[in-house]
């Protein structure tokens, strides 16, 4: 039976595992034949034997990479950064690197640190999307044109008011002038958009206290990662990138969405509660377009002029008061 999409791919590779406690190291080990230089020539030179077997494994779904990665991505660049990742997942399943790599590639993101990186949790390969994954997928909409994200520091001069118009309502001057020690400690991280239309959305921003309530309230790996005591979520080591990239998640109801960014969404959170991914891979749900297309009306309607978000509903009008034939009799009496 041959497998027209990718979730049937992943499916069918990921029902290959050959032992419960098998890891990639232990798979990769048996990886015979010669490997194919043209996709191998970093591993090569890297001269790490157990990332280069385990590549030399992967390549094994060279065909499956291909067919799941968009079209101006070569393959072997997508190889060659996970070449770089692979000495912290070689103890990962097979199953969940194999899947994390394929999701990793339908939405077309390099997983470079960047972009995307792949995480180890236990023996389960993660797909985290980062902040310019995010942004990556936002342009490829065709709705904007651009996207700003960035953190205001204490010295910093910038303005915020709501109920000004746009773009007076948020202005920031970073003091780049200054050493980074003198500017002081992040206190803000905004995103906003302007629109292919010329519109500019909604501008988000949260405090360090915001971001800190989003983690606590709905982050499973920090939780994961605080009962263990190991404190190596994403949280943990990088607070400041988590910081901007739950800015630009915010936006997702301020701004038009793709069904593809949906997607990207529901994989970030099912990956974050430890579910599996690849469920949560766009082209094949169509409520994901739905979902896409009512963000869009939200984002509409956050981008129309503030005079006419400010205009009060039109009131209905009275209509006269009929009288009644006897009230027409008493009222002649």
Avoid at 66 to 78: E, G, M, N, Q, Y
Avoid at 161 to 171: I, Q, R, V
Avoid at 198 to 222: C, H, N, P
Wanted: aromatic share 6%.
């Amino acid at each position: 039976m041959s497998l027209s999409t990718l979730k049937d791919r992943v499916r069918a590779a990921t029902t290959e595992q050959p032992a419960a406690d098998a890891t990639v190291q232990d798979l990769a080990e048996d990886v015979k034949g010669p490997v194919p230089a043209q996709l191998h020539t970093s591993a090569q030179a890297e001269g790490d034997d157990v990332a280069d077997q385990a590549l030399a494994w992967l390549e094994q779904y060279g065909n499956d990479f291909t067919r799941a990665l968009p079209s101006h991505i070569d393959v072997k660049v997508f190889l060659s950064a996970v070449r770089a990742a692979l000495p912290g997942l070689v103890h990962c399943t097979p199953a969940s690197l194999r899947q994390a790599l394929l999701t990793c590639a339908r939405f077309g993101l390099i997983p470079d640190g960047r972009h995307a990186v792949i995480k180890r949790e236990g023996k389960t390969a993660v797909f985290v999307p980062m902040a310019q994954g995010y942004v990556e997928l936002m342009y490829r909409s065709g709705r904007v044109g651009s996207v700003h994200v960035g953190m205001v520091h204490e010295n910093d001069e910038w303005s915020f008011e709501p109920s000004a118009p746009a773009p007076l309502d948020f202005t920031h001057k970073p003091r780049v002038d200054l050493p980074k020690k003198e500017r002081g400690a992040p206190i803000l991280a905004y995103a906003f958009c302007w629109m292919a239309s010329g519109a500019r959305s909604q501008v988000i921003v949260l405090s360090r206290e915001d971001a800190e309530e989003i983690r606590d309230e709905y982050s499973a790996a920090y939780r994961r990662a605080v009962e263990s005591g190991k404190a190596d979520s994403f949280w943990h080591t990088d607070f400041n990138a988590m910081w901007k990239k739950s800015a630009l998640r915010r936006l997702h109801k301020v701004v038009p969405m793709s069904a593809e960014l949906v997607a990207l969404l529901k994989a970030d959170e099912a990956g974050d509660a430890g579910e599996v991914q690849i469920i949560h891979a766009p082209a094949e749900e169509t409520h994901l377009q739905d979902d896409a297309d009512e963000a869009h009306e939200r984002a509409e309607e956050s981008q129309s002029p503030q005079e006419t978000r400010n205009r009060p509903l039109p009131r209905k009008r009275s209509q006269p008061r009929r009288t009644t034939r006897k009230g027409r009799k008493g009222a002649r009496r």
